[in-house]
C-alpha cells in the first residue's frame, strides 16, 4: 500500500515545507550538515550528506530520520540520497565509466 501526502503537506510551499525538513535536521547533531536537494508534493525528500558517514551508521541514522519525519510532518514522507557519481580516482583514471540507474 503506497501512502498518500495530506491535504497539509500539498498545501504547503516549497519554502514552508523545507523549513519544517530542516527543523528536523537541525533536532539531531548528526544530521544538522544534511542539506535538501530536493522535495515534492508526492512526499519524497532527496538529502545530499556532505561529510563521509559509515554505511553500518548511515542506515539507521537516515531510517530514524525518516521515522522522525513521519512522526512529526507527515506519514508518507520518504527519504532518499542525491545520486552521486563513481568518487574511484584509480576507476576515473583509466577512464573507465560507471552508469547510475
Not at 512522526?71 to 584509480?90: M, R
Request: charged share 35%; glycine share 4%.
Amino acid at each position: 500500500m503506497t501512502l498518500t501526502t495530506s491535504d497539509f503537506w500539498k498545501k504547503l510551499s516549497i519554502e514552508e515545507k523545507k523549513k519544517l525538513v530542516n527543523d528536523e535536521l537541525l533536532n539531531n547533531s548528526q544530521t544538522k550538515t544534511f542539506e535538501i536537494f530536493s522535495l515534492d508534493n508526492d512526499g519524497k525528500i532527496v538529502l545530499k550528506i556532505n561529510e563521509t558517514i559509515p554505511v553500518n551508521i548511515r542506515g539507521n541514522l537516515l531510517l530514524d530520520l525518516e521515522e522522525r519525519l513521519k512522526k512529526n510532518i507527515d506519514n508518507a514522507l520518504t527519504i532518499w540520497l542525491e545520486p552521486v557519481g563513481d568518487k574511484s580516482k584509480l576507476r576515473n583514471l583509466r577512464g573507465i565509466k560507471m552508469k547510475i540507474i
